[in-house]
């Protein structure tokens, strides 16, 4: 069994920055691959960024590209997503996953979330 706590989320001004970390207990974190995940009041949760579990791959949606980076600390079982150039339309509640494959990623642990509100 995994645990994974969020931290970082809070309010920024457009162009601002954010870190996120995603901290998990309980297993072998870098058995995991670990995504990170977005939902916005009225629309369907989005994936937004992943990583694999040596580290080694990435993956980002269209949207962020070039704005926000995943890393990952295995020494720490912490996973990062650093947000840069914010924009209002980047609010949401940010929540990470576990996923023990990566071609197919299919979360088997979540976090509680954490709010991440953009101002224009």
């Known amino acids: 069994q995994v645990q994974l706590v969020e931290s970082g989320g809070g309010l920024v001004q457009a162009g601002g920055s954010l870190r996120l970390s995603c901290a998990a207990s309980?297993?072998?974190?870098?058995?995991?691959?670990v995504g990170w995940f977005r939902q916005a009041p009225g629309k369907e949760r989005q994936f937004v960024a992943g990583i694999h579990g040596s580290g080694g791959s990435t993956y980002y949606t269209d949207s962020v590209k070039g704005r926000f980076t995943v890393s990952r600390d295995n020494a720490k079982n912490t996973v990062y997503l650093q947000m840069n150039s914010l924009k209002p339309e980047d609010t949401a509640v940010y929540s990470c996953?576990?996923?023990?494959?990566?071609?197919?990623?299919?979360?088997?642990?979540w976090g509680q979330g954490t709010q991440v509100t953009v101002s224009s």
């Open positions: 309980g297993g072998t974190f870098s058995r995991y691959a």
């Open positions: 996953a576990a996923s023990r494959g990566w071609t197919n990623f299919e979360p088997v642990y």
